[in-house]
């Protein structure tokens, strides 16, 4: 079933640029790893951020999107390059629960950083400096703009699976 | 063309609890509902919580799920008495589009409340009274709840919006 029809799809694939195996995916993929690995560079560049829960969740999390997105750009590339979508609707699946599921932890850890970042700013130097906490307000800007990205694959993925 | 098919998407319906027009989502309108009313409720049982963003915040948006859900739970019912699911695509897309917008919305709010509530709790008094800031934990709690039923119905309506 899944040879017999993979023309049919691959015409689908193309008309949805976005979903696994597109180039469009690619850039999405590569995005999202840029965006996570500039986000942990911001909040990590010293030690102080593990005093704070929202930080450590926001380093744990983007310590998972990065492979996650690199190994997505891996077969995205390969698809793009050997003209050939991956077809199995399992793992369609599982790639859509992984994104949802990444794009969510990525929200809440980058708005508890964002509000705790916020927070520390305004009490005026006492809680950090303020140097460190536009880092952290970076930090998670970068991170939110992983997420966004991410949501959009998960998005993209999510509209062909009913159809495979 | 959507009276034609009517029949054939009533069994499409009963086919997927959950997706609009069914007694499922009725029930997960409601619950949407009384978590949103509950954490305005202990959020807002006094004037404090005007001095922190994440808190205003998350006021404006369970002010916005309330009525959404009263309102889509209404539909839901009238669905459900009169056995006529509504047929619309384009109405279904702002749905699912309202949804999304709104559930994402109170994941956010329900994160940065929660983080903020914690760093207060943790500062050991000195921001907050402790009574005070476990009623904040709760409101973002309640958010939390109200964010997963709100996914859950974005879910179901996105999941029947192709085979429209």
Redesign the interface.
């Known amino acids: 079933m899944c040879v017999a029809s993979i023309e049919e799809r691959v015409d689908h694939m193309d008309d949805l640029p976005g979903a696994i195996g597109t180039s469009a995916s690619l850039v999405l993929r590569l995005g999202q790893a840029v965006f996570s690995v500039a986000s942990l560079l911001f909040m990590c560049l010293d030690v102080e951020f593990v005093s704070?829960?929202?930080f450590c969740f926001l380093v744990t999390i983007m310590g998972l999107v990065v492979p996650w997105s690199l190994t997505l750009a891996f077969v995205d590339a390969f698809s793009v390059l050997v003209k050939r979508p991956p077809c199995r609707k399992g793992t369609l699946s599982i790639i859509v629960i992984g994104d949802w599921v990444l794009s969510?932890l990525s929200?809440?850890?980058s708005?508890?950083?964002?509000?705790?970042a916020?927070?520390m700013l305004a009490s005026g130097g006492t809680l950090c400096d303020p140097k460190l906490c536009s880092r952290y307000q970076l930090s998670s800007a970068m991170a939110f703009l992983s997420w966004f990205l991410s949501l959009a694959s998960s998005l993209f993925n999510?509209?062909i699976l009913?159809?495979l």
Do not use: D, E, G
């Open positions: 704070y829960t929202p969510f929200l809440a850890a708005c508890s950083t964002a509000s705790i916020n927070l999510f509209w009913p159809s």
